[in-house]
C-alpha cells in the first residue's frame, strides 16, 4: 500500500469511513446520540465498542481519555495472548452503554485501548490481511491431504501478525495436533483453531437470502436464538425443509420475527384439536387464518370440502356445547347476500 492510500486511509477513517477491499463505505451503524450534548460531560463513558474482521466487535475500555471518533483505526490489547490487535472505532459514548445491555458479557473487565494507530501499524495490518485469502486456500488444501473431516472457513490474523486464528465447523470431534504443526511450519506464526457453528458461518461468508436481500446474520443479527418447526406451525407455513431452510442449512431466523404477533393472535382462538357437532355430523378444524379471526371447518366422512367460519360463532358453539346446524349455514360464503349487477348506458 502505498503512501497516497495509507492517507487517504487516514483521512476516510476520521470521516467515518472504511477502506476495504477496496471500496469505501460508511459503519452501518447511525451514532444517534453523538450530537446530543450528555449533562455529564465530566464523567463521560469510557468503554468503546471496536470493530474487527467480518463484523466481530468487542467492547474495550479507554483508560487514557483519547479522543476517539466512529471510524477511527485503533490499536488495543488482544483478547488472548501477547502483542496487539488493530480495529476500527464503531460506536463511542452513552450509545456503547445501550449495547452493553443487549449483550450477555461474563466478565465486568475490559481489554484496553493502547492509542490511535500508526502509520507503520496500519502498514502491517493491512500487510496482513492480504495474506489472509491466499492462507485460507492453502489451510485447506493441507487439511485435506491429512484427510480431516472439517471445514476451515475463514482465516483471521491478529493486527500485528503475531497470531492467526482459523475458524472451521465439524460434526464430530478432530484432533488437529499434526494440523496445527503443518500450519505453524508453512505459517511462521502462532495458531488457533476456533470451531463455530453452521449460523456463524454463514455470518461470516455472507451471502443472499431467498427473500433477495443480504443475510441477516451477516449484516445486523449477532444473537442467534434457537428456531424450531414449532414456528413455522404456529405461522400456519406447511414444514417443507427445502422453503424453511437458510444457506447454512438450519431454520431460518426470519422465522422467529413475527412468531410473538401470532401468538398473541392465536390466543382468542379455540383449542384446534376440539370437534364440533353438528346436525350433518361431526367437524372438524382443517384450517385457521390468525389475522382475519376465521377457521376452516370439514366434516369428518368428507374432509375435502371445507367452510370458512368466523371465530366468534365457533367460540358460541362451544359454549353452548348443544348441536350446532350445519357448516353451510355457519359458513361465512353462504352468510354473504347476493346483490345484482345494474349496468347504464351512458352515452345517452
Known sequence: MNKSCSDCLNKCAKKGNILQKKQCYKPNALDWLSNIQSPFEYKKYDIVEIKFKNDRKDFFINQDKILLNQGD??????KYGTGYD????YLTGELVKLQIRNHTIHSKT???????STYKEINIWKYFKKKEFTTLLKSKKIAK????????????YQGDGEKAIFYYTAENRIDFRKLIKEFALHFHTRIEMRQIGYRQEAAKIGGIGSCGRELCCSTWLKNFKSVTTHSARYQQLSINIQKLTGLCGKLKCCLNYELDSYLDAIKDFPDFNIKIHTEKGIAQCMRIDVFKQEMWYSYVRNPNTWFKIKVKKIKEILEKNKVSPPLEELS???SIQKTELTFKDLSI
Open 73 to 78: 483505526i485503533v490499536t488495543v490489547e488482544p
Open 86 to 89: 488493530i480495529g476500527i472505532v
Open 110 to 116: 475490559f481489554k484496553k485501548v493502547y492509542r490511535k
Open 145 to 156: 491431504n491429512l484427510n480431516l473431516s472439517m471445514k476451515i472457513c475463514d482465516v483471521e
Open 332 to 334: 361465512i360464503i353462504n
